[in-house]
């Protein structure tokens, strides 16, 4: 609880003072391994299951896994809350990560409590890290998260597409307009460049290529 209090102060304080209209939500979450808790922690972990036994590899339905995948729920619950008219953007690697994961991001709950305003999925798929079938690995991890959203939800779509990242990285401009072009046949509805300074060397061959002028001319918002 105090350290759910710091974050959710500290993010009070930032929007209050910089007037801002909305946040990205990057690190919620558990480190993807198995793991211990802190000494605090597991004090309160032991509170609230009366000393269910755990193993630091446990996942699915156990006790451990579902405390961490709590705390992160109320976290998400508290930053909403406090923040209710500033419009927050989670970054999340996937469908794969919202249960039984050890990073402990039910996201798609946050989405359906109404939390969490945009899922902005990760996009850092290359030959780097998938080889010649990254672009369908692509397809496919969009359209999980797609699928996950609830069709009446309000919450957007979007996916982080890494210009250079330490998964890999783009390797021509037009590589950019393939993850737009897959990425809107998958319903998604909205792109983040990680990082500006990274896109910078491509912004001309983007433009000329009209890339984003026929990405944006696609979307509903």
Request: charged letters at 25%; glycine letters at 8%; proline letters at 4%.
């Amino acid at each position: 609880p105090e350290a759910r209090a710091w974050v959710v102060g500290a993010l009070k304080e930032l929007v209050t003072r910089y007037d801002l209209k909305g946040i990205t939500l990057d690190y919620v979450r558990y480190p993807n391994r198995p793991m211990l808790l802190d000494e605090r922690g597991m004090a309160a972990y032991n509170e609230a299951t009366g000393g269910a036994p755990y193993t630091i590899k446990d996942r699915g339905d156990t006790p451990f896994q579902r405390y961490k995948e709590t705390q992160l729920s109320e976290l998400a619950k508290a930053i909403d809350t406090a923040l209710p008219n500033v419009r927050k953007v989670l970054y999340s690697w996937g469908a794969h990560v919202a249960d039984g994961h050890y990073v402990g991001q039910r996201w798609v709950d946050w989405v359906t409590a109404g939390y969490i305003d945009v899922v902005n999925a990760s996009g850092y798929c290359y030959t780097d890290n998938y080889g010649d079938e990254y672009m369908e690995v692509f397809r496919n991890r969009m359209k999980s998260v797609r699928a996950q959203v609830p069709a009446d939800s309000a919450a957007l779509v979007t996916f982080c597409l890494g210009i250079v990242t330490s998964h890999g990285g783009i390797k021509a401009p037009a590589d950019i307009n393939d993850y737009l072009t897959v990425s809107h046949e998958e319903g998604v509805e909205g792109v983040a460049f990680f990082t500006l300074n990274t896109l910078t060397e491509h912004v001309d061959a983007v433009v000329d290529g009209g890339y984003l002028k026929d990405y944006a001319n696609t979307l509903k918002h």
